[in-house]
C-alpha cells in the first residue's frame, strides 16, 4: 500500500492511495466465509452455501464494504501522522472499485482532494507580550438590582378569588369548535380591554376581544395561547373561561428566601446575604473579564498568525455538511468567524502537542461534576448530591459521548491559555462594569 502527498497549492494538496490485492483479500476472503456460516439460502443447509455463489451475489457489495473501511483508516492515519491540518474531510476524486470485476481483482488506485492551512509555526511566548485582566468594581446599585430582580425570580405566589391588576389567570380559550390552554399577565395587556377581566372569579367565563387584548401583536398572542397561531385568522370574539388566579409578589429578605439562593443554612442574615450577593457578582464579573483576556489572546495570535484558508473548499464544506438554512448564516453572516474558529482550533492543537499538555480522564470526571453540582444548587436540589457520581457517568456518555468531547474541549482550551498566561504579562486595571461593557462590545 503506497499514499502519496502532491501539494496542489499551499492550501490544497491531493493524496493518492495505491491499494494492492495483499492489503485487502484476506479481509475480503474472511468477510466471505463469515457469511457463508451465516447465510440461509433456499435449497441449501444452513452454512453450505457455495463460497462461488455468494461471491456472485454479494462479493461486490462486501468487497466495496472491506475496501472503503481499509482506505478510511490509511487515509485519516496518514494525515495524523503527518499532521496536515486539515479541514472537513477527504474529497474523494477518481475511482477505479465501481467498476471491478469480482473475479479479476487486482490493485486500485484513489485519489482524495484535501483542504488544509497553511504552514505556521507559533512563536514563543515572552513577558513582554502584555495584556490586561480587568478588576470590574461592583458597586452598591448593582448590588440592590441584583437582589430585587432575585426578589422577582422567587417571588412568593398567592392564589387568588378574583383576578386583580397584577393578576397572572390560567384560562381555557373557546373559539371556533376550538378549546386552548393558556396564561393571561394582565399587567402586559391593553389595559381598557382587560377591565372586563378585574374582578371575575374562578370558573366564571368571559366573551373578549382577544385580539384586542394583546394589542394585535402576534408575539403576545402566542405567548398567551403556547402556540402559534396567524392572528390575521384569528376570531373577534373568544369565551374565557377562568381556572386559577395568582399573583406574584416580590419574595421577602427572609431565612427561607436566602436559603433558596444560597442553600440551607449558609446565610442568616441581611447583611451577610448583601456579601453574599456582592461575592458572586464579583466572581462573575471575574469570570467576563477572563473571558474577555482570553478573546484578546485569542485574537491577538489569530492577527499575528496569518494563516491562510482554502476559501472555496470550506464553502462547500459548510454548504454539504449543513442544511440550506444553516449554510446561509455560516456563508453570510458567520464566516469570518467560523473561519476563525478552524484557525484558533489548530492553534490550540499546536500548543497543547509542543508543550506536552495533557488532558486526564479524572480532570474531566472533576470538571463534569462541579457544573452538576452547580446546576442543583442553583435549582435546589442539593440533596441529590448523594447521587452524583451516577449523575456524571450518564451526562458524560450522553449522546454518544457529545457531553463528553464539549468538556474535553473546555478543559483544552483552558489549559492553553493558562499556559499562555503563565509566559506572557497580565496587568490587573480597574475599571467600571459599563466602561468593560463598552470594551466587551468590540471584541
Known sequence: MKIKKTKISEIESNLNLTLEKKDYIDQF???????????????????????????????KSVLLEEINKIVSEKINNFIKENKIRIIGEPKPQKNEIDNININELDSFSFDFKIGHLSDFKLKAFKKSQKYNLFNIKVDKKTIDQTIENLKIQYADVNNLKEITNKSSVYSEFNYSETTKKGLLNIENLDKKEAKKLIGKKVDESIKINLKKLVNNNSETLNQVLGDSVKIDQFPNSVIVKIENIIERSPAKLTPTFFDKIFGPGKVKTKKDFNKEIEKSIEFNYLK???????????????????????????????????????????????YKSYCNQIRWSYIVDDIIDSNKIKIENSEIEAMAKNQIQQQLIA???????????KFVDNYLKHNKGENYLKIFNELKSNKVFNHIKEKVTITKKSITFDKFKLLAKKI
Open 29 to 59: 476472503d474472511n468477510k466471505l466465509k463469515e457469511l457463508k456460516r451465516k447465510a440461509n439460502l433456499k435449497g441449501f443447509r444452513p452454512g453450505m452455501v457455495p463460497i462461488q455463489l455468494l461471491k456472485n451475489m454479494y462479493g
Open 288 to 334: 467576563e473579564s477572563e473571558f474577555y483576556l482570553n478573546r484578546e489572546i485569542e485574537k491577538d495570535l489569530l492577527s499575528k498568525n496569518n494563516i491562510s484558508l482554502p476559501e472555496e473548499y470550506v464553502k462547500e464544506w459548510i454548504t454539504s455538511n449543513n442544511d440550506e438554512e444553516t449554510s446561509k448564516k455560516l456563508l453570510n453572516e458567520d
Open 379 to 389: 435549582s435546589g436540589m442539593q440533596n441529590m448530591n448523594k447521587d452524583i457520581d
